[in-house]
């Protein structure tokens, strides 16, 4: 039986093959609190009480695995009694690797597979390969944005899947399953660059959370999101009492350790409460405790994903997402651009972002030709999309046994020639 894990910056996936859902998706990282000398490993950080100023360590860096060690020991949580308790000698591994990782890495994880754990097998795979062969096979599960005639039947196999995740923003057309390779592009901003902004806004305005990188992503997953008219709500953040602003409680570590968005009832009840408490208060020092307790969030909520399609917003010389889906279709051949404008393939942590999905057809219809169909498409759960793929492929004979890697070709092979074995993956 094959095990499937899709890793990435942010989280890990993990399950078997066979399965419909990973058996497992947590954080990617180890975890030590600057107050506990406990270190907690992926999942764990469940059972972490205060998240002040934790000092995270992840496996990626940029988009790609580089601490292995680090690794190991968040794989052996998910192989071990916890979720999988497998034996890794007696299972073949589907791994997910990102586009045009140094061979240099391919090989130091094809000797953590082999010489580490000993897998049976492996086969390789670029994630977004993994969502292009999940949207084929089951294509009933995406949601689509716009309209388009009929395809004839004889219409080629082509889209575009756009990967955005934690590190990086990958746009990567297909045609009949092959990637087009001069046409593939990367845009070098993903959640984490968000994340560290919104510390960088907070910290100018209000106080000091350059430490709290954990609690802000908290709080940019939960309060941000994608302007459908950014200049309209830029003005409308301008006026008092606007639609946009919206408070957050911040944790106390006493009653709650992770904080809440407020509701709009609660919000003004804590106001009415922080006034009637002010008029009691001896001195300023009081004051600026009750007022600490909640943040404040206003143009942050849309200006921080705004940055996916304006990245020079914060000075990274590239083009938006949109345009850069555009220049990538630009690429490939003429007759192959319609039919890539119609088959958009959305994956990734940051398309959860409320609004992602239409402000992209938005910009793209203005972008496509006028005769050209332009339509998105997105998974119900695009966090486990790439891992739902991989698991197909694991299934599929002319994949899996053909392409795959076993132990004893490794040996023979070494680590360069069977790392090139899945380049074209």
């Not at 052996?76 to 045009?100: C, E, M, N, S, W």
């Not at 889209?159 to 990567?172: K, L, Q």
């Not at 990538?328 to 890539?340: D, G, K, N, Y």
């Not at 938005?362 to 486990?384: G, H, M, N, Q, W």
Request: hydrophobic share 40%; glycine share 6%; with cysteine.
């Amino acid at each position: 039986m094959a095990v499937v894990v899709d890793g990435g910056g942010a989280n890990l996936r993990f399950g078997f093959a066979s399965e419909d859902q990973p058996s497992g998706v947590v954080p990617n990282q180890v975890v030590r609190p600057k107050r506990d000398r406990r270190t907690y490993v992926a999942d764990e950080i469940d059972q972490c009480r205060d998240i002040s100023g934790l000092y995270l360590r992840r496996p990626f860096e940029k988009g790609y695995l580089v601490d292995f060690e680090l690794q190991k020991e968040i794989w052996d949580r998910a192989f071990g009694k916890h979720y999988l308790k497998i034996q890794p000698k007696d299972h073949d591994l589907v791994l997910t690797q990102p586009l045009f990782t140094p061979l240099a890495l391919q090989e130091a994880t094809l000797e953590l597979v082999f010489e580490e754990y000993g897998f049976k097998s492996l086969f390789c795979c670029s994630p977004a390969t993994a969502v292009m062969h999940y949207y084929q096979k089951q294509p009933e599960s995406m949601h689509m944005l716009g309209k388009c005639p009929p395809l004839p039947a004889d219409a080629p196999s082509a889209a575009v899947v756009v990967d955005s995740g934690y590190s990086f923003t990958h746009v990567v057309p297909f045609f009949e399953g092959e990637r087009l390779h001069n046409a593939v592009k990367r845009i070098n901003v993903g959640g984490k660059v968000l994340t560290n902004h919104l510390k960088e806004i907070i910290s100018f305005r209000t106080w000091n959370m350059m430490e709290e990188t954990f609690l802000v992503n908290i709080v940019k997953e939960k309060m941000c999101y994608v302007s459908l008219d950014f200049i309209e709500d830029m003005h409308e953040t301008k006026r008092p009492n606007n639609r946009i602003v919206q408070k957050y409680l911040l944790p106390d570590y006493t009653t709650t350790d992770r904080g809440h968005v407020l509701s709009e009832d609660e919000a003004n009840q804590r106001q009415a409460a922080r006034k009637t408490e002010s008029a009691a208060a001896t001195a300023e020092k009081d004051q600026m405790v009750l007022d600490e307790q909640v943040l404040v969030m206003n143009n942050e909520r849309i200006a921080v994903p705004e940055i996916l399609f304006h990245p020079s917003d914060i000075g990274v010389p590239q083009a938006g997402v949109a345009e850069t889906i555009a220049q990538s279709i630009a690429c490939a051949p003429r007759e192959l651009q319609s039919w890539l404008y119609a088959n958009i393939m959305l994956t990734g942590g940051n398309t959860l972002f409320p609004n992602y999905p239409q402000r992209l057809y938005t910009e793209l219809r203005k972008l496509a030709p006028t005769d050209y169909p332009v339509r998105v498409f997105y998974p119900k759960d695009p966090i486990s999309a790439a891992w739902r793929g991989a698991a197909l492929m694991a299934q599929d004979p002319l994949v899996g046994e053909q392409h795959r890697i076993t132990k004893e070709q490794y040996k023979e092979m070494g680590s360069p020639a069977s790392a090139r074995h899945f380049q074209r993956w």
